[in-house]
């Protein structure tokens, strides 16, 4: 009796959601993928920035014999090119999005998904509870709801939809929560599309990562147009420079990031006054036009400043509630998968991947992939995701 082919449920068409749609359609797979905005949605949000990583790391195999398929002409960059975010996109996303069509469907947010007549508590470890088909309950933006059957479900949504917030302890400062329409959280276009709402104002810029280096080196080059550009930079380490060098990073890229902003964190002459063991205790808005007042303390007493902007880089968390009825277990500590969270913990290269077990989740033929997989850590490359995806048909393509 022949196999039949399991019917599959991609979510997010970013790029793993769009690797696991390869790989779907090589193998001859029934599949959909839902994206609730546009292609790549948050690629597109922050595509200003140039990637770390070169072109070569950031497509496949896979890929590009279904887009040079679709498209026989298509020239793509040097494999050794670093590329925008927006570049890859018109590059690689959107042409491999067309080459899937019209298994993509955008415009359809997934709202829940659970298992046909189960609950989350009902046959704990059963076979039998891999037999009933997943409900995927989906929302068009007119508000119209609809269900979706599928058998096995890839969660490739990642988690940059979902701020983390500023105030100690992961909590929002006071007044956060009421000012937060009125903050940016992501990477802004500083020397873009948004210049004219930094140009010659006052910043405070709460973060010590990738994301908040990358805001005050803009600002900073901002500050050569504009002398009246200031980014007041607070983060909780206690490092006298704000990022740790990897010892011979191979992405030459974000080696450079970190020596820029280590730099400017340790000088006053570009208008950037970086204030280490610092964290935010309250921000009030104070009005269109009129900026925001905001409490911080670090290692001496409290201070008060008044700013024209407030940009939170502190990074992203996964989106839990999807899930909510399903038997998904969880890291403690990072929201990730428990599975590949411990492996993760136990050490070595975080940049690899630990194997289809590390997938595998107490909800049969459910996985969590790529950015969503590494729950709240910030380490995950697209390479470990594009091996997870390799990974994961290799099983469903078993005998």
């Given amino acids: 009796m022949a196999k039949v082919s399991p019917r599959i449920a991609i979510l997010g068409a970013g790029p793993i959601g769009l690797e696991a749609g390869a790989h779907a359609k090589a193998l001859g797979f029934p599949f959909t993928i839902f994206e609730r905005g546009r292609i790549a949605e ?5 595509g200003h920035v140039r990637l770390f990583s070169p072109f070569g790391m950031n497509s496949t195999p896979a890929g590009r014999s279904l887009i040079k398929a679709h498209k026989h002409n298509f020239a793509f960059p040097a494999d050794d090119q670093c590329i925008t975010g927006r570049e890859h996109v018109a590059a690689y996303l959107a042409p491999l999005a067309e080459a899937l069509a019209p298994a993509v469907q955008l415009e359809s947010s997934v709202v829940q998904i659970a298992r046909q007549g189960l609950l989350k508590e009902d046959l704990p470890g059963d076979p039998k509870r891999g037999r009933k088909p997943f409900r995927i309950l989906l929302r ?24 983390r917030w500023m105030g100690e302890g992961g909590i929002p400062a006071l007044g956060e929560m009421a000012a937060e329409p009125h903050i940016a959280y992501g990477v802004e276009d500083i020397l873009g599309e948004r210049k004219n ?16 280096a990358t805001t005050v080196c803009q600002l900073a080059q901002l500050a050569s147009e504009g002398n009246l550009t200031w980014a007041y930079w607070i983060a909780r380490t206690e490092r006298s420079q ?22 400017l964190a340790c000088r006053t002459d570009d208008n950037v006054e ?18 925001f007042r905001v409490t911080v303390r670090g290692p001496d007493k409290p201070k008060t400043w008044e700013v024209d902007r407030v940009i939170g880089n502190v990074g992203y968390s996964p989106d839990r ?27 070595g290269d975080v940049d690899s991947t630990r194997g289809i077990d590390a997938l595998r989740s107490p909800e049969p033929n459910f996985f969590i992939l790529g950015a ?9 490359l697209l390479t470990v995701g594009f091996e997870q995806v390799r990974e994961v048909f290799s099983t469903l393509a078993a005998p």
């Fill in 372 to 380: 969503k997989s590494y729950g709240r850590s910030s380490r995950f």
């Fill in 197 to 212: 709402l930094y140009l010659n104002k006052s910043v405070l810029v709460v973060g010590a990562g990738y994301s908040a």
């Fill in 274 to 291: 970086y204030h280490p063991q610092t964290i935010l205790e309250a921000i009030e808005f104070l009005g269109p036009d009129k900026g």
């Fill in 321 to 347: 509630q999807l899930y909510r009825e399903l038997q998904v277990q969880e890291c403690f500590a990072s929201f990730g998968p428990l599975h590949l969270a411990t492996k993760l913990r136990g050490g």
């Fill in 140 to 163: 068009d933006p007119k508000g119209r709801e609809r269900i979706e059957a599928a058998d096995v479900i890839l969660d490739c949504t990642g988690t940059f939809g979902h701020h």
């Fill in 242 to 263: 704000p990022l740790s060098r990897i010892a011979g990073d191979p992405l030459k890229e974000r080696e450079r990031l970190a020596v820029r902003a280590n730099t």
């Fill in 42 to 46: 948050y690629w597109q949000r922050w």
